[in-house]
């Protein structure tokens, strides 16, 4: 008699064996594999779940309010470009102007504030949590964007689009980063709008990619020249989410002691 | 009644962002369990909750209507879970890192094994099944835990983490071995 081996067993345990009756059976005429069923069941029951700590009701709400000024409204950032807004509402663009030196006049007073020792370290911990988010995200976002250049610098010709699919994953994730991104750092919105060139190129080109489109990428669009440039843009995004990093891990021990 | 979830997608792609809200409301406790049990810091399951929501706004266009969301958003945590966990292993490894040798645990918890009482044995699984946990990989550890804490489909785990159905089923498989093999003693011992 042909014993059963310790995968199906793990599998039948979990209620996934491709034939479970006869696995019962074969476990009730083999006292060898029903021992080892026994033996396995148990090490498993002993393996408790994980205890996870309470998160309150609030908690759903707490999420949304440290991400929501993360995130754009998708109609805005489809449908109205700011030039054409500005030049539809100029007295309501006037407006916003005042409110935004405002509000560019507070937050330059908080930072100098906060270089003078004073800005409440909670504040400062729940905006650094938020920017290290951001920054973890922008960097994964670079990663596989890095990713998709090298594969298109050595890409074959071809007409299935697996390089397509993701390029189309990456675009809209791209607009939305060039957008939050264009007025804090111009060096990375500009590349990010060479980046979106690229993807919308590769992505749009419905017959695949042929020798010819890539070899026109590669001169017309200089993908090398954006790779390189997404590879220190990564490695600066990198580096200043580990400097958050450290900054958050240092004021947590001076509020221990 | 209240809306369902692909009805909420549908707002907030049309312009109501403040609709995702609800849709956070909805399935952060149970994003945040499983990436508790993942990442096993309360800090940084919060990080990854706030990641997962994060990607899952900038990804909602790609998000099919024939899937669900809770299933989805689930997905891209486990994902960002499982990321945390690499990124910590590795700026672990850049540190010193010889307390969190696993030997070491072992022979700690075997020392402690004399006592009889029942509480004792309880509390000597936990720590030893905490290090046997410890001492799995980062894939089979999640696999581990999405087969056997949060009742998850072969199918399912593969598609968390981006995996081919054998090569999770393969996980879960080294995991049990490995957590049988630390676990033993346990069962030697009466």
Same mark, same amino acid.
């Given at each position: ?257 | ?136 990989? +980062? ?18 785990? +593969? ?24 676990? +033993? ?6």
């Amino acid at each position: 008699m042909n014993h059963i081996s310790e995968e199906h067993l793990i599998d039948y345990y979990y209620g996934e064996a491709e034939s479970p009756a006869a696995i019962s059976e074969h476990l009730e005429a083999c006292s060898d594999c029903a021992q080892s069923y026994e033996l396995m069941r148990r090490d498993l029951e002993d393996i408790k779940p994980i205890a996870v700590p309470q998160r309150d009701s609030a908690y759903g709400s707490e999420v949304w309010g440290s991400i929501r000024g993360l995130v754009p409204s998708y109609e805005k950032a489809r449908k109205i470009s700011p030039w054409n807004w500005f030049r539809l509402n100029w007295s309501i663009a006037a407006a916003a102007m005042a409110c935004l030196l405002l509000v560019a006049a507070f937050f330059a007073g908080r930072k100098w504030e906060h270089r003078n020792g004073t800005t409440i370290a909670n504040a400062t911990n729940e905006q650094q949590g938020r920017q290290r988010v951001v920054l973890l995200v922008l960097g994964d976002h670079l990663d596989r964007s890095e990713r998709l250049l090298v594969e298109l610098k050595h890409a074959e010709p071809s007409t299935e689009g697996p390089l397509q699919a993701e390029a189309r994953d990456l675009l809209s994730a791209n607009r939305l980063y060039r957008e939050s991104v264009k007025q804090q750092d111009p060096a990375l919105a500009s590349a990010l709008d060479h980046l979106e060139r690229v993807l919308i190129e590769v992505s749009n080109e419905p017959a695949g990619l042929s020798q010819a489109k890539l070899d026109e990428l590669q001169k017309e669009m200089n993908t090398d020249g954006l790779l390189f440039e997404v590879r220190v843009l990564r490695s600066r995004v990198q580096e200043d989410a580990n400097q958050k990093r450290g900054a958050a891990d240092a004021r947590k021990g001076v509020s221990i002691l | 009644m209240e809306a369902n979830d692909h009805a909420i997608v549908r707002r907030v792609l049309d312009g109501d962002k403040e609709a995702y809200g609800t849709l956070v409301g909805r399935h952060s406790q149970n994003v945040f369990r499983v990436a508790f049990r993942i990442t096993g810091d309360e800090a940084d399951a919060d990080e990854v909750v706030q990641e997962a929501f994060l990607r899952g706004y900038q990804r909602l266009q790609s998000f099919e209507s024939r899937s669900e969301f809770g299933t989805w958003i689930y997905r891209i945590a486990v994902n960002c879970a499982l990321n945390m966990v690499n990124k910590r292993k590795h700026e672990a490894a850049c540190r010193i890192g010889e307390e969190t040798d696993p030997a070491m645990q072992q022979v700690q918890v075997a020392d402690a094994a004399a006592g009889p009482e029942r509480t004792l044995l309880s509390r000597e699984i936990e720590t030893l099944q905490a290090a046997a946990m410890a001492s799995l990989t +980062a894939t089979e550890r999640t696999a581990f835990i999405l087969r056997h804490m949060e009742d998850r489909s072969t199918t399912e785990i +593969a598609s968390a983490l981006e995996i081919a159905p054998n090569a999770a089923k393969q996980a879960v498989f080294r995991a049990v071995q490995k957590l049988r093999r630390s676990l +033993a003693p346990l069962r030697v011992n009466p």
